[in-house]
């Protein structure tokens, strides 16, 4: 090492990456004695980090959370995707645009030239009236959930009561939602965090209840889409339509459309939806022309949609 100051950066980027660490194998990485080894732990102790020594017949340390924010250290990549991630906060629905910006300028500032130029080229912009969720509530439901304690809070404006078991929060297309088992309904329920108002804590302990399916996220998804548990549409069905319509349409299709050229006249074009009306619905809001391939259900649910549509046209 080049000197005690860069010794110590070594061996504090060490204890940030491992839990524990021998003495003995932290001397041989940085290539200095044992005594040295302690001697560096007191200064970085003394700089605020909480580092703990380990029993055992080598001994050892571990860096510990600490009750000050000490400074801290970030490789290149590190720094890089904390600057980003600061950019783009403001889009992921939650109300800190201005403490991620006073955040961003502070990283900023300390960066090389090298990883600021970097960082400059992402210009973040969010959309207007996208709903912002407080912070201070969102910090109240995700504790509830690290504490596997049962939450009570006011939902929506008349501050309708609900006291649930809070499993998961999920960030879906900039919101925020809650997933819980609630127990007055007795049922698995997703709630909109920017709607809560969190009451008093019960301190009241639950255990938690197997997730279906085991993954919060595809859950929640799966509730939007009107399904009982897979994270797939119920109702999924194909139409034909020619080539250059196809073309057309696709900048238009949501994520998980499926477009399958046919030939070089025809396309295949699958969509899925909640309901066979409603996926009538989406291929007709195209305005091209398409044939039904099936499966009955959509070719159903096309006749009526077009009936319906007579007869308001007619009236």
């Known amino acids: 090492m080049a000197g005690p100051s860069s010794r110590m950066l070594a061996l504090l980027s060490l204890l940030q990456v491992h839990r524990d660490w021998p003495g003995d194998e932290l001397a041989g990485r940085l290539e200095v004695s044992p005594r040295t080894v302690r001697r560096d732990v007191d200064r970085l102790r ?3 980090y909480r580092v703990e020594a380990l029993r055992g017949p080598a001994g050892g340390y571990r860096l510990a959370a600490g009750s000050d924010l000490p400074p801290l250290l970030f490789d290149d990549d590190q720094a890089v995707a904390i600057a980003l991630a600061l950019a783009v906060a403001p889009a992921s629905g939650a109300d800190i645009a201005e403490s991620a910006a006073r955040a961003l300028a502070t990283v900023r500032q300390v960066m090389p030239a090298r990883l600021r130029s970097r960082i400059d080229a992402v210009q973040a912009v969010s959309t207007s009236g996208r709903t912002r969720t407080d912070p201070d509530v ?23 009561l609900h ?23 007795d049922d698995w329920r997703t709630h909109r965090v ?9 301190r009241v302990p639950f255990t938690p209840r197997p997730v279906p399916g085991g993954d919060p996220a595809a859950f929640v998804s799966a509730r939007f889409k009107g399904s009982a548990q897979a994270d797939v549409w119920p109702c999924v069905g194909s139409v034909t339509v020619t080539a250059a319509d196809a ?25 899925g939806s909640w309901s066979w009306s409603g996926l009538a619905g989406a291929f007709a809001g195209f305005a091209v022309d398409f044939v039904v391939e099936g499966p009955e259900d959509l070719r159903v649910a096309v006749g009526a949609l077009a009936t319906r549509l007579r007869a308001a046209s007619a009236r």
């Not at 939602?177 to 127990?183: A, V």
């Not at 920017?194 to 019960?202: C, G, K, L, S, V």
């Open 46 to 48: 003394e700089l605020g």
């Open 138 to 160: 969102l910090v109240a439901v995700s504790e509830a959930v690290h504490l596997r304690e049962v939450f009570r809070f006011g939902y929506g404006e008349d501050e309708t």
């Open 163 to 185: 006291r649930v078991e809070p499993h998961a929060v999920v960030a879906r297309n900039g919101r925020w939602y809650l997933l819980d088992w609630d127990l007055d309904r």
């Open 194 to 202: 920017d709607r809560i108002t969190p009451r008093m804590r019960t």
């Open 247 to 271: 073309r057309t349409i696709t900048p238009y299709l949501p994520e998980d459309a499926v477009v399958e050229p046919l030939s070089d006249e025809r396309s295949r074009v699958t969509l």
